[in-house]
């Protein structure tokens, strides 16, 4: 090894060392220092680049989310009142399922049908037996239902429409009212074919009570002269819904509340588990003078022999 080896030369350590030939340098030159000052930046753009993809993954969910809400939330909010005869537990359902859809948004966006998953969340909310035990009186029975602009015929269509079963007006509204097919409209009432065929015809059937010109049509005819009254009728509802903005702000509280909920709850139960285990007393500890409550004192315990007692 030369003299000039031993001054400047690299070691066996120096060799192994990271970072050697072929490693990117930064602005110092070779060594420690330059490569501090990559690194750090390179981490930062890297930060950087992943909360801009992050953000713009958020605003592009936030913009897909509105653009469903704009196109659907109003039709939707009519199509609840048909079936509830109650305006106000039409726009309650209406955004209860709008917010579920923003708190499950990747599922709802991967889903093949989003405004139905919607329309099926609402209609669920909308028909559920504890939702109606909260009706005001006369509301939902069709004598006293919300009728909104409907008037003669169509009134008479409502009141028809708002005496059937759930089951059935919710299949007649889907199979007539929307034009879905058959097994459309079984999948999305969570019944079989034959079971969802039986109850639009069951309910074709009662409405033509209040319609006579239904009763001497065919199964087909009915359908079309259904689908244009329930449009009609639609129609003539009034639907203010709020900013989908406000809607989202309003899911992302509702979620946060549920957490400080949950974990409240969490917490008590921790403090219950441990006040008990600290206060509850340890009779199986060797030497403790404290007695179970369900021992019998010493003193009180009788030992029986075989001799009778003469007495006095």
């Given at each position: 090894?030369?003299?000039?080896?031993?001054?400047?030369?690299?070691?066996?350590?120096?060799?192994?060392?990271?970072?050697?030939?072929?490693?990117?340098?930064?602005?110092?030159?070779?060594?420690?220092?330059?490569?501090?000052?990559?690194?750090?930046?390179?981490?930062?753009?890297?930060?950087?680049?992943?909360?801009?993809?992050?953000?713009?993954?958020?605003?592009?969910?936030?913009?897909?989310?509105?653009?469903?809400?704009?196109?659907?939330?109003p039709e939707l909010t009519r199509q609840v009142r048909l079936l509830t005869g109650d305006g106000a537990q039409a726009a309650r359902s209406v955004q209860y399922a709008f917010h579920t859809a923003w708190e499950?948004?990747?599922?709802?966006?991967?889903?093949?049908?989003?405004?139905?998953?919607?329309?099926?969340?609402?209609?669920?909310?909308?028909?559920?037996?504890?939702?109606?035990?909260?009706?005001?009186?006369?509301?939902?029975?069709?004598?006293?239902?919300?009728?909104?602009?409907?008037?003669?015929?169509?009134?008479?269509?409502?009141?028809?429409?708002?005496?059937?079963?759930?089951?059935?007006?919710?299949?007649?509204?889907?199979?007539?009212?929307?034009?879905?097919?058959?097994?459309?409209?079984?999948?999305?009432?969570?019944?079989?074919?034959?079971?969802?065929?039986?109850?639009?015809?069951?309910?074709?059937?009662?409405?033509?009570?209040?319609?006579?010109?239904?009763?001497?049509?065919?199964?087909?005819?009915?359908?079309?002269?259904?689908?244009?009254?329930l449009r009609r009728l639609r129609e003539a509802q009034p639907a203010d819904v709020p900013e989908p903005?406000?809607?989202?702000?309003?899911?992302?509280?509702?979620?946060?509340?549920?957490?400080?909920?949950?974990?409240?709850?969490?917490?008590?139960?921790?403090?219950?588990?441990?006040?008990?285990?600290?206060?509850?007393?340890?009779?199986?500890?060797?030497?403790?003078?404290?007695?179970?409550?369900?021992?019998?004192?010493?003193?009180?315990?009788?030992?029986?022999?075989?001799?009778?007692?003469?007495?006095?």
């Open positions: 090894m030369s003299g000039g080896d031993t001054g400047g030369g690299k070691g066996p350590a120096d060799a192994e060392e990271p970072g050697g030939a072929g490693r990117p340098q930064g602005a110092g030159g070779p060594g420690g220092g330059g490569l501090a000052v990559e690194s750090g930046a390179g981490r930062r753009g890297k930060g950087a680049r992943g909360d801009g993809a992050r953000g713009d993954g958020a605003a592009a969910a936030a913009r897909a989310f509105d653009a469903l809400y704009v196109g659907c939330a499950h948004w990747p599922e709802v966006a991967r889903d093949r049908d989003p405004q139905g998953w919607v329309r099926a969340a609402a209609y669920e909310h909308a028909l559920s037996p504890w939702r109606r035990l909260r009706l005001r009186p006369g509301r939902g029975s069709g004598a006293g239902a919300d009728t909104g602009a409907a008037a003669g015929e169509e009134r008479a269509l409502l009141t028809g429409l708002l005496a059937l079963p759930p089951a059935y007006r919710r299949a007649v509204m889907l199979y007539d009212g929307l034009g879905l097919d058959l097994p459309e409209t079984a999948a999305e009432v969570e019944a079989s074919t034959p079971a969802t065929a039986g109850r639009v015809t069951h309910g074709r059937a009662a409405l033509a009570r209040s319609l006579p010109e239904l009763a001497g049509l065919d199964p087909e005819r009915q359908g079309e002269l259904l689908n244009v009254r903005g406000e809607v989202r702000r309003l899911s992302e509280r509702r979620t946060a509340g549920w957490g400080w909920r949950t974990a409240a709850l969490v917490a008590a139960l921790v403090v219950g588990v441990v006040l008990t285990v600290l206060l509850t007393p340890d009779y199986t500890r060797t030497g403790s003078v404290e007695q179970p409550p369900w021992e019998e004192p010493a003193t009180t315990r009788i030992v029986l022999t075989g001799e009778a007692d003469p007495g006095p």
